[in-house]
């Protein structure tokens, strides 16, 4: 049988195809090795987005579409509640603040820490070093003594304090405390003891304190010390190296702003109405010449107030001037939203005029202390709420004092200690 005889490709031809074969597998091959480097550099700018959204994600708290939190309220806080200095607001402050979350208080026996003893754990009610505690929050008048303190209260403790101008501290501290300095017993008026302050004043007799730099008091240190540079530098260091933030009573509000900050708070957290405010009648105001003696006799109070007055001013422009004005606005609009919400008459009146005895605030001195009446039409849940708000700190204290020790609650008469 007769084959049928194949016909070979011309040679070129073959030549031309197996040219076409590797240059089809090179170019392959090239879009290949294309591809990969392509993809590694893709898998580079993605993981590079991606560490660049986990940035935004950081710097705005949100990640994976959901937030989170770039900081953590703070609850270990001690506040150091000086003399005259809008203190009692920033105490119902932390009073309702803890009492809300029910955290810890270091409370007193009475109303305070064994003042003007320098602070003591003893002084802290039913507290034992045999079987110490630490607490969240101790905020109770006391003269400052940093080593006992910090026996009772967690390491990284927040620390922070208020100041006041001595000027309008002096005047206020005269009125309310004219019966527990002998000092300010022997005179008038405040004009007659600063005329001749050594002539009325000795650092021995009880209340001395009270009649010349208290705030330096409250602080821990002495009161009459001599106003030397190096001591005032030395002490105004140990202050700062101690308290996070001092505050400025005179600009209550853009304190409160700094205060929710340094705390990671609310501004919820830290809308108050004042308490512990004296009736106007009561307040004198000063001359000049009895400022500059205030100042003088005042040294060292006047560069403790000086000091922080500057550095809390730092703090505000760190803040943000612009920011800081927004915020203030949004704390006032909420106090007045409160205020609509909560109070009688939208203002303080006389304890005289106020109707439910329980709230009343304590008198003392001289000092005409005023308070408010609350709306009668609310609810019981707001009552409450409202209630907190404007209850004074004796009452205060005596609710949490019930509430930490039910068992040993006597409901003892109210003492001033």
Not at 240 to 258: G, K, R
Request: with cysteine.
């Amino acid at each position: 049988m007769l084959r049928r005889r194949q016909r070979k490709k011309p040679r070129i031809l073959q030549w031309c195809t197996l040219h076409v074969l590797w240059m089809v597998v090179l170019i392959l091959m090239a879009v290949g090795l294309a591809i990969q480097t392509l993809g590694m550099t893709d898998k580079k700018r993605m993981r590079l987005l991606e560490v660049e959204q986990a940035g935004v994600a950081a710097a705005t708290g949100l990640e994976a579409g959901r937030p989170i939190e770039a900081c953590r309220p703070r609850t270990h806080v001690m506040f150091l509640k000086t003399h005259k200095t809008a203190g009692s607001t920033i105490l119902n402050i932390l009073y309702r603040f803890g009492e809300a979350r029910n955290l810890t208080f270091a409370l007193p026996a009475a109303y305070q820490f064994g003042y003007p003893l320098l602070f003591n754990t003893r002084r802290v009610k039913f507290y034992t070093p045999l079987k110490p505690q630490e607490y969240h929050i101790i905020c109770n008048h006391m003269r400052f003594f940093r080593p006992q303190v910090e026996k009772i209260m967690a390491k990284g403790t927040f620390y922070f304090s208020i100041l006041r101008n001595p000027v309008t501290l002096v005047e206020s501290s005269f009125t309310y405390y004219k019966g527990s300095s002998l000092a300010f017993k022997k005179v008038d008026s405040l004009e007659q003891f600063l005329s001749q302050p050594w002539r009325y004043f000795s650092p021995k007799e009880r209340g001395s304190h009270y009649a010349r730099n208290l705030m330096w008091f409250d602080f821990g240190f002495d009161h009459n010390a001599n106003a030397s540079a190096g001591y005032v530098d030395l002490a105004l260091a140990q202050i700062e190296a101690t308290f996070q933030l001092v505050l400025i009573a005179e600009y209550f509000d853009e304190s409160m702003v700094l205060l929710k900050e340094a705390l990671c708070w609310g501004l919820e957290d830290v809308v108050s109405f004042k308490l512990n405010l004296r009736n106007n009648a009561s307040v004198k105001p000063m001359s000049e010449g009895a400022a500059e003696q205030i100042r003088a006799w005042n040294a060292l109070d006047w560069e403790l107030y000086a000091h922080f007055n500057r550095t809390f001013w730092r703090k505000v422009e760190h803040y943000g001037r612009e920011r800081m004005g927004a915020d203030v606005l949004a704390l006032r609009e909420k106090r007045r939203e409160l205020t609509v919400l909560c109070l009688q008459g939208s203002s303080p009146v006389d304890a005289s005029q106020i109707h439910d005895r329980n709230i009343r605030p304590f008198q003392y001195g001289r000092a005409r202390i005023m308070g408010y009446n609350l709306n009668s039409n609310l609810d019981s849940r707001t009552r409450e709420r409202c209630l907190r708000l404007v209850m004074p700190e004796l009452q205060y204290k005596d609710l949490l004092d019930a509430k930490l020790f039910p068992s040993a609650h006597s409901g003892k008469l109210l003492q001033h200690v």
